[in-house]
Nanobody
Framework: VQLQASGGGLVQAGGSLRLSCAAS????????MGWFRQAPGKEREFVAA????????YYAESVKGRFTISRDNAKSTAYLQMNSLKPEDTAVYYC?????????????????????WGQGTQVTVSS
């Protein structure tokens, strides 16, 4: 699976962005999808994940209620809708394919659980 993330940009606090992650390859629909982010000087952190079917979603506490992850298996694309953005959301956002089935939230929250990564897209939120 090859992943291409897009949709980042510069937005004012309180604004919205939608990130997309387009996948190539025939195994997209059998993989969970995750979004991670990395701010300068910080470690990469989990943001959100969605199961292979789209039936289960998981969020970091810091984005719960503001971000929504979704996927369209027919288009081999995953999305991250980000609303009410804050300056602390500024980071490079990465999409990833993988996850561990049958573990619930524990199967999606760590970067080592994903075997495929996109190149990252910059999100900058100004105050």
């Amino acid at each position: 699976v090859q992943l291409q993330a897009s949709g980042g940009g510069l937005v004012q606090a309180g604004g919205s962005l939608r990130l997309s992650c387009a996948a190539s390859g025939r195994t997209f629909s059998s993989n969970g999808m995750g979004w991670f982010r990395q701010a300068p000087g910080k470690e990469r952190e989990f943001v959100a994940a969605i199961s292979w079917s789209g039936g289960d979603t998981y969020y970091a506490e810091s984005v719960k209620g503001r971000f929504t992850i979704s996927r369209d298996n027919a288009k081999s694309t995953a999305y991250l809708q980000m609303n009410s953005l804050k300056p602390e959301d500024t980071a490079v956002y990465y999409c990833a394919a993988g996850g561990v089935r049958g573990q619930g939230a524990r199967g999606y929250g760590s970067s080592w659980m994903y075997g495929y990564w996109g190149q990252g897209t910059q999100v900058t939120v100004s105050s």
